[in-house]
């Protein structure tokens, strides 16, 4: 939790051209933001833009980027770090495997890592560091479920989603009294296109394991609201994470020793 208060202003969206970052920005500018849309797509941005103009009245920028390249990313870096109206950063562009690490090439896990990884570690830091200035802001950044289970996935996008829940909470921390709130939203199978870009039919899948978008949109939001630095919209019992975050957390202090533990240690012969 934090006390932050995050003031309406303008959200920048990356993945706004489809899914769950296109949902957000429908839901923000209803809220009251400007947006800034961000994607490679310019054509469903200005689609979307026009149709939330229209609706709701807000000042809605289309700012095509491949997030992947590096001019283009620091394009989007340098409006982050000197556009005082920006109060959000919602890190939600994002892609997933066809296959695994076994199946794929270097260059595609290199698109995956530049996209899942770098780009949002790029445009926290300088949303952050805006945000610490002004004492205000808030940086939503879209992991997953498979963060905390590789084992149902492929380890590579896992691992991608698992270094941004990472990347939230240790920046969650770093940002305790600073007025500026941090969330990792946690969603599991979501109706979206990523499913199918990825070569996999969402529809085959058991129907109670899929959210809509526009629910876990809500969802999330609903965690927003509340300030908390974790959001999983699909876990039913918040005793489980309470649980695993308590475990996990137990351990800090035992961590770092200068004695080996005992199981380690080796008889030395006479
Ligand atoms: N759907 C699901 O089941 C789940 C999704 N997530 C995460 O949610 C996030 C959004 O995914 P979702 O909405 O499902 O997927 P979609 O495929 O529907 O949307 C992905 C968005 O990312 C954009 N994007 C893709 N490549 C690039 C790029 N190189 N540069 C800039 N933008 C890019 C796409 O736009 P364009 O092609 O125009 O560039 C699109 O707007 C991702 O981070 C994903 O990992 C997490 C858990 C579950
Ligand atoms: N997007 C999904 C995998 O491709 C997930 O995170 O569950």
């Known amino acids: 939790m934090s006390n932050s208060k995050t003031l309406i202003g303008t959200a920048l969206v990356t993945g706004a051209s489809a899914g769950i970052g296109a949902t957000y920005a429908d839901r923000l500018a209803r809220r009251g933001y400007d947006l800034i849309l961000v994607a490679r797509d310019a054509g469903r941005m200005e689609a979307l833009a026009g149709k939330l103009r229209t609706e709701t009245g807000r000042k809605i920028e289309v700012l ?5 390249k590096a ?7 340098a409006r982050l770090a000197t556009d005082p109206a920006i109060t959000l950063l919602l ?3 994002g892609i997933s495997l066809n296959g695994s690490l076994l199946d794929n090439d270097g260059a595609k896990l290199e698109q995956l890592i530049a996209l899942n990884i770098t780009a949002p570690t790029v445009l926290a830091s300088a949303a952050g560091k805006q945000f610490v200035a002004k004492k205000s802001g808030a940086i939503v950044n879209i992991a997953s479920v498979l963060a ?12 991608s989603k698992a270094y941004i829940l990472n990347l939230t909470l240790g920046l969650a921390e770093k940002l305790q009294g600073t007025g500026v709130y941090a969330q ?3 969603p599991g199978a979501t109706r979206t296109e990523i499913w199918a870009k990825s070569g996999k039919d969402v529809n085959a899948f058991p129907t109670d394991w899929v959210m809509e978008v526009d629910d876990l949109v ?3 939001l609903v965690g927003f609201d509340k300030r908390e630095t974790v959001t999983i919209p699909p876990l039913a ?4 994470w309470v649980a695993y975050e308590t475990a996990r957390k137990a351990m800090h202090g035992v961590l770092s020793r200068r004695d080996v533990a005992a199981r380690y240690r080796q008889k030395i012969a006479a």
């Not at 001019?71 to 870096?77: P, S, T, Y």
């Not at 289970?149 to 492929?154: C, I, M, R, S, Y």
């Open 64 to 68: 095509p980027a491949d997030l992947t």
């Open 71 to 77: 001019a283009d990313l620091a394009k989007i870096e």
């Open 91 to 93: 890190n939600n562009a």
């Open 148 to 159: 905390v289970a590789p084992e149902l996935f492929d380890g590579v996008y896992s691992g």
């Open 184 to 186: 990792a939203v946690l």
């Open 218 to 220: 809500d969802a999330a």
């Open 237 to 240: 019992d918040e005793s489980q």
